[in-house]
């Protein structure tokens, strides 16, 4: 064919603003060995992914990589679809005909479940819910987390698992000068919880929090910091970064339990056994467990057989995201995600000719931010190797102005890059006026509405 190839990235968080930059700027700045024009379509209004909706609200510096996607918006070569879902507005098929190639970078918007009883009454929720929630996703503006109890629980103790135990526990009048949704707040302000229990199923040498988040906790006013389940010993040959994890939290346990309004327990050698209540969430039983030695000479975390009941009207499972099944893609059950070789995608032993896969969606949810950025450029390469040997199925495809027909006539309400635009003015104007980053829209519809103009 005459003319830049046409490439559909489908998501607009981390992995797919990397994956367009790779495409249309190149690795290190030597742009590609063939010409690109990209289309990047969001199921929502907006872009960024979890950067706007995952990432903590007191944690801007995190949010730093949306400038990747201001810059890649800058390239003429480049256009933003948004409010456009795949299976409803668009088959995944019709992707694959109308374009040269597509990219699909949807992340893992799903959870990980504890598998056990009662998980699922009222006043147990994922931590993925009540982050998109505290961070304004339009999807979760109804989620109202029973925050009328003193206590909640969260399973696991990973990063996430402390940005909800951090959020729950920090003064609101702090979180008012960040970008966190203002229904989030308004109900942190009227929030009786007082104690954040959070449980880890081994011992502290092995917890899945990083250090920066675990020191976080130094600076929250009026927090308490108690260590239970775990004697905190020196672990001979322990490597820098644990060492230093075992030493903040020997700190915390020394300094204790100070009478401060409200405090976080980390308790090690705990998983959850059972949620309980009659409707709505009353208590958790958690169960001590003892380390044992496993496979491969790996530690691992058995049931003691001993019990304790904590009452809670709140229990927060962050035990992981998962990936959830695109309509018209494989997909691996097992691993929640969409099965691929070096980012080209395969059905069984088929690779689908001009179809790849970039994020979460191909790896699992792991890594950070950063992270997708390698992933990417390794997804773009096996990009660029297909079109350099012509293997792509290229005959077919649309022109830019037809796939942009195509696409508003399935979709009246499609959000481009000038909607965007007025979307993150109107945010910025208002926090401006608040001493905020921003003040989220969180409603579908006023989006929709600010977008339009």
Not at 29 to 43: S, T, Y
Not at 50 to 69: M, N, Q, T, Y
Not at 304 to 329: D, W
Not at 339 to 355: C, F, I, L, W, Y
Request: glycine share 12%; net charge negative.
């Amino acid at each position: 064919m005459s003319g830049p190839l046409r490439v559909a990235i489908v998501g607009s968080g981390p992995a797919g603003m990397y994956a367009a930059k790779h495409l249309l700027a190149g690795f290190g700045g030597k742009g590609p060995k063939v010409a690109v024009e990209v289309d990047m379509l969001d199921r929502l209004p907006t872009p960024y992914g979890l950067i706007r909706h995952g990432v903590a609200p007191d944690h801007p510096e995190k949010k730093k990589a949306a400038s990747v996607f201001d810059e890649v918006a800058d390239f003429s070569g480049f256009r933003f679809f948004g409010n456009l879902e795949l299976g409803r507005d668009v088959k995944a098929d019709e992707l694959a005909q109308w374009y040269d190639a597509v990219i699909y970078a949807t992340g893992a918007s799903g959870d990980a479940h504890l598998e056990i009883p009662g998980e699922d009454l009222t006043g147990s929720l994922s931590a993925r819910e009540f982050v998109a929630w505290y961070n304004g996703h339009p999807d979760f503006n109804g989620v109202a987390p029973d925050l009328s109890g003193e206590r909640a629980v969260v399973v696991g103790n990973g990063n996430v698992a402390m940005d909800v135990a951090r959020i729950l526990s920090t003064d609101p009048d702090v979180l008012a000068k960040t970008d966190i949704s203002d229904t989030a707040l308004a109900a942190l302000r009227n929030s009786r919880i007082r104690e954040v229990v959070v449980l880890g199923r081994r011992d502290a040498q092995h917890a899945a929090f990083k250090n920066p988040e675990l020191e976080e906790f130094d600076e929250l006013n009026g927090v308490d910091i108690v260590v239970e389940g775990d004697d905190l010993a020196e672990v001979r040959g322990a490597d820098a970064t644990t060492a230093r994890k075992l030493d903040t939290l020997r700190r915390y346990a020394k300094r204790g339990a100070t009478g401060n309004p409200r405090r976080i327990v980390l308790r090690f050698l705990a998983s959850p056994v059972e949620v309980r209540g009659e409707g709505h969430v009353d208590a958790l039983v958690v169960g001590r467990n003892r380390l044992e030695p496993g496979p491969d000479g790996q530690v691992v975390a058995r049931p003691s057989g001993e019990t304790k009941v904590i009452e809670t009207g709140l229990v927060l499972r962050a035990v992981g995201y998962f990936g959830t099944e695109l309509p018209g893609l494989p997909f691996d059950a097992s691993s929640g995600t969409i099965p691929n070789r070096e980012g080209r995608v395969v059905d069984g032993e088929a690779t689908v000719s001009s179809v790849y896969v970039t994020g979460w969606a191909k790896r699992g949810p792991q890594g950070i931010i950063g992270t997708n950025k390698k992933c990417a450029r390794d997804t773009v390469r096996s990009f660029l190797a297909d079109a350099t040997a012509g293997s792509l199925h290229t005959a077919g495809t649309l022109s830019r102005t037809d796939v942009e027909k195509a696409l508003r006539e399935r979709q009246s309400h499609v959000v481009d890059i000038a909607g965007w635009r007025r979307i993150d003015d109107v945010e910025r104007t208002a926090g401006r006026s608040q001493g905020r980053p921003r003040v989220k829209l969180s409603d579908l519809g006023e989006l929709l509405r600010v977008s339009a103009g």
